[in-house]
């Protein structure tokens, strides 16, 4: 049966963005920009010397800018240098070769600098709307470590490729607590293990969606929380795995922040790239392995083809639980050894990766909880879950496939244990995953809970049920889970 609960005041949050989302190198050139077109509207004791600082700043900053790489969001702060310069530059070159000046009147001046104030003006308004992603420091009390394996398993054949002998890899990042590292250790980049790689995975992502890969310049540039490789804590005891499936195209660094505050917290994070459906996947021989996962346009045919995207994927998450418990027991070297805690594990994901954690729970007893972020459950129904799930949804809209909570709600009606269905306003899809971060803030793309705070509601709500699912921790959770929106529980019925 289900049981309705109210939503409680949960504060919707307008976020104040502060600074540009700019470098102070970028800063300076925008601030000399702007200073060599006012210049001219300074007292004409103060003209030159305006002039000629704002110039040194500009020409300084855009010359180590060139050396150190100039994002496209400079672009247009630099063309409107570029106009104002000749006309800032010239009174004081024809005052020192004794050359009679000549100022435009004001009237004629006025339009031109407007016009360069705006050109330069866009530079910032589009740094922020496509900014470098700065990732929300984790609250727990552990430093955050990551490592990269990539494991194949030899008793599945890889069905998107011809070859008989090809056996299905994947490639997983793990977060986990580790030690404090120094001051100033090297974080992690954000899409990769390297720079190269994690221009490539960008590249792919833009494709993915149709966008230039110019527009997205920003996210290979982004440095995460974590350090690679980085000492596994010494304390903590055992920590509980979650296991996690991006969205159909998506890498395993899409949800990067919400993995960070998890680790942070005492769990194992242990997300996927599925080759052949995430956008990029680089393999450690170099070889870098694209989607071959595409929408037909035919909505039975899609159906189809997802329901067996979803099944492939559900068959990797759990063939990645068995390589963990593997390299719990130490039958893999790694120093997380003895470490993991495979007997509390969570199947999470996003999108169509929420839908193989829903199945990857059907088929895998190993399963003692499940997080779908706002996936749509492809493929059967059956058997029923067995595990608490957490479903988590954006806010229901005339353009909501209508077949999307109906499908949800049977799957958490026939589990045999309690299921929650949290419907966040203000989300949208890509709400939960990092997309915020970096994504112009446009409602109907990333909602309209901010930057930040869209991590922190889903850090919150499923660090609360995880809590409360894998270690047990004393708390009313429908109440917590309810402080962030509308909330219905679904509890087994007795005649099950």
Known sequence: MCRRVPRAEYGRVTETIVGLHMSLLETLVLLGAVALVVARWFPSAARPRVTIAAGAVFVLSAIVLSVVGIRWQLLPVLAGSAVALPFALSPLLRRRTGWPTWRARWWLALPGSVACVGLIATGPVAAWAFPVPVFPEPSGRFAVGTRVVQWTDPRRPETFTADPHDRRTVVVQLWYPAQKSPTGAQRAEYLGRTEHEAQTVSDALARAVGLPGFLLDGIPRAHTHAVFNAPVAGRGGRFPVVLFSPGSGGVRTQNTAWAEELASQGYLVAALNHPYDSAAVVLTD??????????????????????????????????????????????????????????????????????????????????????????????????????????????????????????????????????????????????????PLYLPPVPSIVGSLGRTQSTRVVAATTLAFLDTTLRHKPGDLPSTLSTYGDLSVYHPSDSR
Request: aromatic residues 4%.
């Open 286 to 435: 170099g070889r870098t392995i694209h989607t071959k996962s595409a929408s037909t346009g035919n909505r039975d045919k899609d159906n189809k083809l997802a329901a067996d995207w979803t099944a492939v994927r559900a068959a990797d998450l759990g063939f990645v639980l068995t390589q963990l418990n593997r390299l719990g027991r130490g039958e893999i070297a790694s120093p997380l050894t003895g470490r993991l805690d495979t007997g509390r594990v969570a199947a999470t994901g996003h999108s169509m990766g929420g839908a193989a954690a829903l199945q990857a729970a059907r088929q895998d007893h190993r399963i003692d909880a499940v997080i779908d972020l706002d996936g749509y459950p492809h493929g059967r129904a059956s058997p029923s879950l067995h595990q608490p799930t957490l479903a988590l949804t954006q806010a229901i809209t005339p353009a909501t496939d209508p077949q999307y909570i109906p499908r949800l709600t049977k799957a958490l009606e026939l589990n045999t244990a309690t299921g929650y269905r949290l419907t966040i306003p203000g989300a949208a899809h890509l709400t939960f995953m990092d997309g």
